[in-house]
Each structure stands twice: as C-alpha cells, then as structure tokens.
C-alpha cells in the first residue's frame, strides 16, 4: 500500500512540476518516484508502514511490485526524447503513466475483487487518453476509440463477474468466496456463468484469442513511448490479477475451465505467431507477438508457480521495451519494417540490444526469454501435456518470426547511417540487454 501511496503522490508532485514546462524535471520527479516506490516494496516487513491496518489490500509479493516499477522506469526513459518533444505536456504524460502504475499494482495482486476492479479501472483510464493523446494523429483517434469502448465492454463483463459470484457466495474476499465454492455452490449456474465472465474479462484484457481484435489497431495507433508501457506494465499486471484469481478462487474446479483454458493457449499463440510472419508494421508485428505471448503467459494457470511466471514476464518486459526503443531511433511515421533494414549498422549498441532481445523473445539459450519459457512449459507438462507440445510447435514458428526481422536488420546497407542515440536510449539499450543476459542470476 505504501508503494501506490508513492506513486500517486509522485504523479501529482509531477503535474505541478510541469507548468514549469521543464522535461528534465518531470523525468527525475517521475523517477524518484518509481525508486521510492520499489524500494518499499523491497523493504516491505521490515518497518510498521502507517497504513498496515488497512486490511483490503493485502500484497503477497514485493517483487512483482519492483517488477512493475522498474519496467515502468525503463519505459518512461525509453520514450523521454519523446515526452520532451511536447515539453507543455511532459508532466501530464508521466503522471498519467504514474497513476495508471497504481492500479497495476492494486490489481496484480487483489484479495478482494471489488478493490481488483478499482485498480483495474485506474489502471485502464489514463491508458485510454495516452493512447488518443497524438494530436493532429487520426490514427492514434481511432485507436484511442476502439480501445475505451472495447475495454469498457470489457470491464462490464468482469464486473457482471464479480456480481454473479458476489450473489452465489456473499462475499467479495477471495478466501471466502474460495472457501465457499469448496463446500459445493461451486456447482451453482450463478457461479458457473459468474467464473466464466470473469475469465472472458481476463482474457480481453491481456489481449488473449478471441477476444484479441482490439490489439493490433490500438499498438498502431499509440506512440511509441506510450507503446513501452501497455504493452508491458499491462500485461504483467493482467496476467498476475488472472493467475492469483483462478489460481486461488477457482482451484477446486481445476477440471471445469483448464480445457477451455488450453484452447485459448493454443489458439492465441498459432494465430499470434502465423499473423506476425505477415506483418509490414513493426507496431502490429508486436501486437500479434504479444497475442501468443499472453497465450504463453496463461500457462502459468496450468500449475501457479509464481517465480515461472515473473521469469517470463520480466524476459518478455525487457525484450519488448529494448526494440520499441529502437523502432523510435528508426523515427519513420509509416512505422513500416522495410525501414529496419540494416538498422543494427548504425550504431553498435543497436545491433547488441536487438539480437539480445529478439534471441530472448525467440526463446534461445541463454537468454531469460529461454529459461522463462521453459520453466513455464516445463510445469505446465503434468498438468496439460498435449496444450504444452503444441505450444513448443507453436514457438518455433515464432522464433522464425523473430529471426526474420533479425536478419532483416542485420542485412549491411550500401551506405552506413550512423544514428546518435540520446543518453536515455543508451542507458534503457543496455539495462535491458544486461536484464535479458543476466535475470535468470537474480531470480
């Protein structure tokens, strides 16, 4: 709790700050922020925080909250050159990606849905205005467009969820509603229908098949600052709220939803992969990549380890911020592909980050990418064996889709361009390059 208490008043810290139209300052406000906010976490125990009587949230894990921040700090930074490129609005950028980081935080990890819906509505809200915040941009309009009336039916169905469960059980807290269903109202048509909106809801959040249309439209339309943010602090948060919800509310019926829930994996991660090899657009390339990403992620359902899935979601978070950072220095309004071609020849760091990240997200050894997963396909195999096999068909196809585009910005133009890369770009290139190198040493 303290950490979302830093976070807000850091967003509102930054709002003042910038009618100072100072960049610079709004970064560092931002940043301190984050840090403050991760360093809580990390000492989370270890002090009487003011607001441990607050009892409706109740966070097991400190490190996803680290996790959240620091991707949050990686993408802020990334996509800086950007935000000071409208210096009247640097502030209002990063307090809204401030203030929607307090809801991934309050829904990550819930004990109670009423509380996850709230932090799920704080969370999505700035999304939608950062999303249409391209002025003069139609596309970005139109992004941003589909994606409030499509995640606000989203958002109603979850709620809709969270009522039919609420009047099958009479409870909000996962624990009672858990133990409640364990006595056999499980079988209830109330509490049938109720756990199935709620995993369509999940499902249309982290942009799983079928409910993935919105994805690609909305990556095209977002900048690509605004890009490094929702297609990883986003995710990581959804897939968290899906995994300790069914993990702990839903454990009893594991034999109830986890074929419906294999069919969305396979499903997500074939048409995710098949539909990027078409791509001509790096920002629609991502979003079909992150639609067979989160069918990889839901694997954590099939047995709720947490540490496979914070392996594979960090991989995931730094592989994909490192390349949108470089489609940035790329700096094309078309964002098309043919653009990145010979781009790892115009500076070297480049070159490293992008085969680092496109390795990781492939799945080749010894990146993180790799190891993450393995790990969640690995104990995932006693549980749903055949779904396992067709998602380790499924990867290799999206490795050729990864090294595709490898090759492609391998390939030595005629004339060498070289790119100057701010300190910002340099510094988010190779944290994330050393991250994917090295995180599985520190998990």
């Known amino acids: 709790m303290d950490s979302i208490v830093i976070l807000f008043i850091s967003g509102l810290i930054g709002l003042f700050a910038g009618m100072q139209k100072k960049p610079l300052l709004s970064i560092i406000i931002a940043s301190l922020g984050l840090v403050s906010a991760g360093v809580a976490a990390y000492f989370k125990g270890s002090y009487i925080s003011p607001l441990s009587s607050y009892e409706a949230y109740v966070p097991t894990q400190g490190l996803i909250i680290i996790l959240l921040c620091t991707v949050t700090l990686l993408a802020i930074l990334g996509g800086y050159k950007r935000y000071a490129a409208d210096n009247e609005h640097t502030g209002d950028y990063l307090a809204l990606i401030l203030f929607s980081l307090c809801g991934a935080v309050l829904m990550a990890q819930p004990n109670d849905l009423m509380l996850f819906f709230i932090g799920l509505e704080i969370l999505s809200i700035p999304i939608y205005v950062l999303v249409g915040i391209e002025k003069g941009s139609s596309r970005s309009a139109e992004a941003a ?85 929702m297609a990883t602090v986003v995710k990581i948060a959804g897939i968290y709220a899906l995994v300790n919800v069914f993990g702990q509310v839903f454990r009893d019926s594991y034999g109830f939803w986890i074929d419906l829930v294999s069919l969305i994996i396979v499903l997500s991660m074939f048409y995710g992969y098949i539909t990027a090899w078409k791509q001509t657009s790096f920002r629609r390339l991502i979003a079909y990549s992150s639609i067979a990403n989160a069918g990889l992620m839901i694997f954590a359902l099939a047995d709720t380890h947490n540490s496979n899935l914070f392996l594979f979601v960090a991989a995931y978070a730094f592989a994909t911020i490192a390349l949108v950072v470089i489609n940035s220095i790329v700096n094309d309004d078309t964002d098309s592909l043919v653009n990145w071609e010979g781009i790892a020849w115009r500076h070297p760091l480049i070159g490293i980050a992008l085969v680092i990240s496109l390795f990781s997200l492939a799945g080749i050894p010894p990146f993180a990418g790799f190891f993450g997963k393995f790990s969640l396909l690995w104990s995932a195999v006693p549980h749903v064996p055949y779904t396992a096999i067709l998602a380790l068909i499924a990867s290799v196809i999206g490795a050729f889709v990864y090294l595709r585009l490898m090759m492609s910005a391998l390939k030595k133009p005629t004339v060498v361009v070289r790119s100057p890369l701010s300190f910002e770009q340099i510094l988010v290139l190779t944290l994330t390059s050393l991250a994917a190198i090295g995180a599985l040493y520190f998990i």
């Open 145 to 229: 467009v589909k994606y409030f009336f499509t995640g606000s039916f989203a958002s109603a169905i979850i709620l809709f969820g969270i009522a039919l469960l609420y009047g099958a059980t009479g409870s909000f807290q996962l624990i009672e509603i858990q133990s409640n269903l364990a006595i056999g109202i499980w079988q209830s048509p109330m509490a049938i229908i109720g756990s199935l909106f709620l995993l369509a809801g999940f499902i249309f959040k982290i942009g799983a098949v079928p409910f993935h249309f919105w994805g690609p439209d909305v990556y095209d339309g977002a900048s690509n600052a605004v890009l490094m943010y």
